[in-house]
């Protein structure tokens, strides 16, 4: 997909979903140059630093176009995994694990990129970068993901596995993307709750970019046959209507259908 084709993907999922924040656009930057037309850079720019959880932040809810190089950073996280700086030695990260050989094959695990093949990275929102994206991170609340999930299903006849860190959600949410083109599902950490200002009720979808049509065209069809995220309301009720295919199960079963 081109450029228009990634926007008005991310105003579809804004319009179907009624997401509270825009999708943020991801891409990493090989090098200083590749900074897209209009970015703003913290330390520069600015004269601050930023955790990428706040910028992340910025971008969903105010609209704005980040690039963060090393020097713009403010948490050690995303520099390990990004590989911008070496990985660290052990002992020098607490991985808040009570057995120490638990930790140590805990942190051969830990998701991160090769030192130096990336200078940084840029966002944006979805809807409004000028940049193909290598994925989009969608925070929604879970009735949102349930909706996307199933899009997700409908497409690729397969779930979504993922394995959750409490923390790091800025290196979880995108890293395993980079290296395995896969969705996968992301909590926002304290880091995120804290400085971010991530709800308590958000989760995080990441989305390899050449993924996101095909769920944009599910949600779109879903939508289109009454099954999107606005269809499911709530309505406590005995014996309430059901599809003709429960009815016919529950005949052959010598249940009650009607």
């Known amino acids: 997909m081109d450029i228009t084709e990634y926007s008005a993907c991310g105003q579809d999922l804004e319009r179907f979903l009624f997401l509270r924040s825009s999708p943020i656009a991801v891409k990493f930057l090989e090098k200083e140059e590749d900074i897209p037309a209009g970015a703003i850079r913290p330390k520069k720019d600015r004269g601050y630093h930023l955790a990428l959880c706040q910028a992340f932040a910025m971008t969903r809810r105010q609209g704005m176009s980040i690039a963060m190089l090393k020097e713009?950073?403010?948490?050690?996280?995303?520099?390990i995994g990004y590989g911008l700086v070496p990985p660290a030695e052990e002992g020098d990260i607490p991985r808040m694990v009570?057995?120490?050989?638990?930790?140590?094959?805990?942190e051969k695990e830990w998701p991160r990129l090769a030192h130096g093949k990336y200078a940084g990275t840029v966002i944006a929102p979805l809807k409004t970068a000028n940049f193909v994206p290598d994925l989009v991170l969608v925070y929604s609340n879970t009735a949102q993901m349930r909706t996307m999930l199933m899009a997700i299903k409908y497409k690729e006849g397969r779930l979504v596995a993922s394995e959750f860190d409490p923390i790091d959600s800025c290196v979880f949410s995108t890293v395993p993307v980079m290296?395995?083109?896969?969705?996968?599902?992301?909590?926002?950490?304290?880091?995120?709750?804290?400085?971010?200002?991530a709800g308590e009720d958000e989760i995080i979808l990441s989305v390899p970019s050449e993924k996101l049509g095909d769920l944009v065209s599910a949600l779109r069809r879903m939508e289109e046959?009454?099954?999107?995220?606005?269809?499911?309301?709530?309505?406590?009720?005995?014996?309430f209507p059901r599809p003709g295919f429960y009815k016919k199960l529950f005949k052959k079963w010598g249940l009650d259908a009607d």
């Open 72 to 79: 713009d950073h403010w948490c050690w996280a995303p520099l």
């Open 98 to 106: 009570e057995n120490p050989e638990a930790a140590r094959e805990l």
């Open 179 to 197: 290296l395995n083109r896969r969705y996968r599902l992301t909590l926002p950490d304290p880091g995120e709750f804290q400085r971010g200002m």
């Open 225 to 239: 046959t009454g099954e999107g995220y606005t269809r499911f309301a709530r309505d406590m009720r005995p014996d």
